[in-house]
T-cell receptor, first 111, second 113 residues
């Protein structure tokens, strides 16, 4: 299938900063997008998702932005905390197809 | 409370010795998935069950098999593990299909000696 990729393999921020993790996708027909957080030795944990009929969705301290024109997805984390340190994966699907995961970005938060 | 449970969390097997990993869920979800994840890589889908309907990914090796005896349980059987099969194996569930959120278990770390 088509690929989903990330621009930055590692992002280092200071505690309290806002973090932005980016994801580019190549399938223009993708209609469902999701962000997962994976801590070392654990399974991916659902953060937030968005469907293609929206361009922004907010959760607690997190916001997902979808730009279908340029096929770009981003995850914004407000007031980043050390507990946010993890690998973040974006994933996408089209219709009833299974999820295609991006390569992952490691977020490192320094106290 | 854990919703997707995987046992064991760590499994060591010998080269060529069959091994079974298990997954159970308390969500009553129709769909269960098995992923393989190697170090610093994204999860790779092996197969999934929509209820009892088995769906194999085209590039999943024949060495990997799965069973789903009921809604709650799903097993991953590796018939003859090779060194390249050492990985984290993740089970996930979703309520009704691929457009629904997938919830992952903690994974089983498989080591092949």
């Amino acid at each position: 299938g088509e690929s989903v990729g990330l621009h930055l393999p590692t992002l280092s921020v200071q505690e309290g900063d806002n973090s932005i993790i980016n994801c580019a996708y190549s399938n223009s027909a993708s209609d469902y997008f999701i962000w997962y957080k994976q801590e070392s030795g654990k399974g991916p944990q659902f953060i937030i998702d968005i469907r293609s009929n929206m361009d922004k969705r907010q959760g607690q301290r997190v916001t997902v932005l979808l730009n279908k024109t340029v096929k770009h997805l981003s995850l914004q984390i407000a007031a980043t905390q050390p507990g946010d340190s993890a690998v973040y994966f974006c994933a996408e699907s089209e219709g009833y197809s299974t999820l295609t995961f991006g390569k992952g970005t490691m977020l490192l938060v320094s106290p | 409370d854990a919703m997707v449970i995987q046992n064991p969390r760590y499994q060591v097997t010998q080269f060529g010795k069959p091994v079974t990993l298990s997954c159970s869920q308390t969500l009553n979800h129709n769909v269960m998935y098995w992923y393989q994840q190697k170090s610093s890589q994204a999860p790779k889908l092996l197969f999934h069950y929509y209820d009892k309907d088995f769906n194999n990914e085209a590039d999943t090796p024949d060495n990997f098999q799965s069973r789903r005896p009921n809604t709650s349980f799903c097993f991953l059987d590796i018939r003859s593990p090779g060194l390249g099969d050492a990985a984290m194996y993740l089970c996930a569930t979703s309520r009704a299909g691929n457009t629904d959120t997938q919830y992952f278990g903690p994974g089983t770390r498989l080591t092949v000696l």
